[in-house]
Each structure stands twice: as structure tokens, then as C-alpha cells.
């Protein structure tokens, strides 16, 4: 059974930092794009950051570049989203997701943070910001 587990939320201060993990079982991530999507109280579920099955490319959404930093370490089957200089607004339920997976080259090294694309999430983890 194909499987995302986040972890490493939590209630952090304004200017702090989390880093978020995605752990896969029942399959191999390396042939999949990751992406991390939050979901705050009462707003939609937004996209904040991908990266390539191939790790070569990433993209983050607006609010959080500069600030957040996708990786994977496809031997231990996790990606990671290191999260910097934290704001209040940022609290929200962080998902990852998987999409793939990419059988071409050209399909490797490209993500989108689109969720339509993506057919596999986690359950979320909560990440509180706040003094």
C-alpha cells in the first residue's frame, strides 16, 4: 500500500524554524515528484514548494521563497521542507504529495505545484506559528 507519512510539526515562534519530513512506504520515491501543500483555517489548500524525481529542479510558491528549502534523500525515501524565518501566517496543515510516477527523462527533471497532478498525499502535519 502506497503510504506518505509527514512529521515534524509543531508550535514554533515568529522568526523560528521547522523542518517537515515526508517518509514513503510501500514504494520508492524515486521515480516521483514531491510536493508540499498547506491548508490554513477556512482557505483552500495552496501549494508551497516541489521538487523533481530527479531532485535537479525545485519551485516554491511566492510567500515562502527564500524562507523554505525542498530536499530528498531518495536512499532514506524522505523529502524535506527546512522552513526558515517562520511568520504567523504560515500556520497551517502542511501535506506532501506524490506525483509519478516519471518515466522520461524530461519528466524527471520537472514539477509543477499544481494539485491535479499530484495522485498520492499524506495525512498533514500541523504547523503552529505564534507568540
Known amino acids: 500500500q502506497l503510504q506518505l507519512v509527514e512529521s515534524g510539526g509543531g508550535l514554533v515562534q515568529p522568526g523560528g524554524s521547522l523542518r517537515l519530513s515526508c517518509a514513503a512506504s510501500?514504494?520508492?520515491?524515486?521515480?516521483?515528484?514531491i510536493g508540499w501543500f498547506r491548508q490554513a483555517p477556512g482557505k483552500g489548500r495552496e501549494g508551497v514548494s516541489c521538487?523533481?524525481?530527479?531532485?535537479?529542479?525545485?519551485d516554491y510558491a511566492d510567500s515562502v521563497k527564500g524562507r523554505f528549502t525542498i530536499s530528498r534523500d531518495n536512499a532514506k525515501n524522505t523529502v524535506y521542507l527546512q522552513m526558515n524565518s517562520l511568520k504567523p501566517e504560515d500556520t497551517a496543515v502542511y501535506y506532501c504529495?506524490?506525483?509519478?510516477?516519471?518515466?522520461?527523462?524530461?519528466?524527471?527533471?520537472?514539477?509543477?505545484?499544481?494539485?491535479?497532478?499530484?495522485?498520492?498525499w499524506g495525512q498533514g502535519t500541523q504547523v503552529t506559528v505564534s507568540s
Open positions: 504529495a506524490a506525483s509519478g510516477p516519471k518515466d522520461t527523462v524530461l519528466l524527471q527533471a520537472m514539477c509543477v505545484i499544481d494539485k491535479p497532478l499530484y495522485d498520492y
Open positions: 510501500g514504494f520508492t520515491l524515486d521515480y516521483y515528484a
Open positions: 521538487i523533481s524525481s530527479s531532485g535537479g529542479s525545485t
